[in-house]
């Protein structure tokens, strides 16, 4: 399939569908099996580069970031976190300049997309990100320098089951696959919308209804609105989404792929379905989310997270999941800070995503990631879409697109229904995505913001390191440490006062000399950062010292100053010859 259209995908095979016991099996085969089955498109130019307009495959995606790894083995390292529901792998990209440092010792920003199987754009704008940081090393200062002394991690593929039953299978669900009885009939996943036409397309069904609740639009007759209290006037029709009855139970499609919100399965402030659709049977229940937190819990250098999404055109920020009454007033001004720059560099809004005590979603990542790590994370819905209507995508794509995403109605006679029509408006790359033509751009717009974020954490930094002989031959070993950073080392205040990030560290390795006075290894407690936070610490610098007697041969001594998100420093080995 050319994914670098709205393309056709592979056509389903209707007659298996209608198998309702074991369909769901079947057909999250026939998807597994379609997607090993495709030959790789996604091909990387010698200077690394890709063609950024278009939209890859989990498998495709896989293959760019392997051979970004073996042509930059000193900057990129790709890894797998986990598995997916149906078995995939959860790819990880590693980016950081190894020969500056190891990658879990420098402050690092984790940006992911494609948490939802439709959000394409998401999981391309990270992908995107990830090239241009690989491409630009060594060319770029701002990004060269970022990658000596940060880490980022990039996943853009949080959910490639359902991503790629989206792109390469043109199926519609929210998130997992993992089968959901959504009707309560005992089996799930056997009435989902489906192609029966043949065309390669899921589309829409109308059938000529005197009291159907849509009729043409009296500017375009090929797009249906919906009809006003009164109207009288028609042709009026019911829609539906292109499909049949396959349990029988007399409703169309209301049992699709999956049901589960993989962004609602998080622990904190976690809700049961008949509050939180979608949201599980109990908190991490899938192995993707799962996945997530053990990988954030065991790098905790993580400064940022990035959790892209679509569509709207703006950025979410926190609170999340949670009483907005309840965040803390300093943190809120630190999130307002970045917020602010977003504006400035994207010229796009933000908006909170809770508003409500209890009017808001529950088990998101972010307020997980807030409330159990004390970091600050930021949901960008990004694409704002094609002006301001239907009427607009519909003749954008009439005059830029050839008309591809406009299906003309056709009769077709359906089983149950009897003569219907198929056909509509395609909006998954005009509305949800940018067309495949427009998607380099939309991507391009986030990475300054992304850079931005990314040089806002804490960064440790040793601004004097010295010792002096005393006159009975010991030597004093004083160091002083600065977090020259934006943040504290601490992130937030909810971070400090939940305890999560540890305080910076202060070490000495000797060899051939004795420690006479201090411990070998010191805590320095928290450091500020140039955002300081009421009744947080407010020392940016401390100085520390050591005595140490050097043997009869002389001496030696580093000292390491280390903080799980600021960084790790080591000072040049000092070296003592013998006291003659």
């Not at 948490?115 to 060319?139: C, D, N, Q």
């Not at 349990?247 to 792929?257: K, P, R, V």
């Not at 033509?437 to 913001?449: F, I, Q, T």
């Not at 202060?506 to 010191?522: D, N, P």
């Amino acid at each position: 399939m050319d994914s670098k259209r709205t393309a056709r995908p592979v056509p389903l095979d209707t007659s298996v569908l209608k198998v309702s016991p074991v369909r769901g099996v079947v057909f999250r085969l026939l998807i597994l099996l379609a997607v090993v089955a495709l030959p790789l498109a996604g091909q990387v130019r010698r200077d690394g580069d890709v063609d950024w307009n278009r939209y890859y495959s989990s498998r495709e995606t896989r293959a760019i970031m392997a051979a970004w790894c073996r042509k930059k083995p000193d900057l990129a390292r790709l890894m797998s976190i986990g598995k997916s529901y149906l078995g995939n792998d959860l790819w990880v990209i590693e980016i950081t300049d190894r020969r500056t440092g190891r990658p879990e010792e420098k402050p690092a920003l984790y940006v992911d997309g494609n948490i939802h199987s439709g959000e394409l754009t998401s999981g391309a704008l990270a992908l995107y990100f990830a090239g241009y940081l690989i491409r630009s090393a060594g060319r770029d200062p701002r990004v060269t320098k970022l990658l000596r002394t940060h880490t980022f991690y990039v996943r853009p593929k949080f959910n490639p089951d359902g991503a790629d039953a989206t792109l390469l299978r043109d199926i519609s669900l929210r998130s997992s696959v993992r089968p959901v009885d959504d009707d309560g009939d005992g089996v799930a996943d056997e009435d989902p919308a489906e192609d029966i036409d043949g065309d390669g397309f899921v589309s829409l069904m109308r059938i000529e209804d005197p009291d159907g609740d849509r009729k043409p639009s009296s500017e375009d007759p090929r797009l249906l609105v919906r009809r006003r209290k009164g109207d009288k006037k028609g042709p009026f029709y019911r829609v539906f989404r292109e499909g049949i009855d396959n349990d029988g139970d007399g409703q169309l499609n209301e049992d699709g792929l999956g049901g589960l919100d993989l962004n609602r399965n998080f622990p904190r402030n976690w809700a049961l379905p008949f509050r939180q659709h979608g949201a599980g049977p109990f908190p991490l229940s899938e192995p993707e989310t799962y996945a997530t937190v053990r990988f954030i819990v065991d790098h905790p250098n993580i400064t940022g997270i990035v959790h892209n999404h679509t569509s709207g055109g703006f950025v979410y920020r926190l609170p999340s999941a949670s009483d907005p009454g309840a965040f803390d007033k300093e943190d809120l001004g630190t999130i307002a800070t970045f917020a602010e720059r977003f504006t400035e560099l994207t010229g796009r809004p933000v908006r909170p995503s809770s508003t409500h005590p209890t009017r808001h979603r529950y088990g998101t990542l972010i307020s997980w990631a807030y409330w159990d790590r004390g970091i600050i994370g930021w949901v960008p819905e990004l694409w704002p879409g094609i002006g301001k209507s239907r009427l607009d995508a519909l003749r954008y794509q009439d005059e830029n697109l050839a008309g591809r995403d406009f299906i003309p109605w056709k009769p077709f006679d359906h089983p149950t229904l009897g003569r219907v029509e198929i056909g509509g408006l395609r909006t998954r790359f005009l509305s949800q995505n940018p067309p495949p033509e427009l998607l380099e751009k939309e991507c391009a717009v986030h990475v300054p913001w992304l850079l931005y974020l990314a040089e806002q954490s804490p960064k440790l930094e040793l601004v004097g390191v010295r010792s002096e002989r005393r006159a009975d031959g010991a030597i004093i070993v004083v160091a002083t440490v600065r977090n020259s950073g934006f943040l504290p080392t601490h992130l937030t205040r909810r971070g400090y006062l939940s305890k999560v990030q540890r305080p910076v560290a202060a070490e000495i390795e000797v060899e051939g000399a004795e420690l006479l006075e201090g411990s070998r290894r010191m805590d320095l407690g928290h450091l500020a950062g140039r955002r300081r936070l009421d009744g947080m610490p407010n020392e940016r610098t401390k100085t520390f010292r050591w005595i140490v007697r050097p043997g009869v041969k002389g001496g030696r001594a580093t000292v390491i100053v280390s903080s799980d998100t600021g960084g790790t420093v080591r000072s040049k080995p000092l070296q003592w010859p013998r006291d003659d």
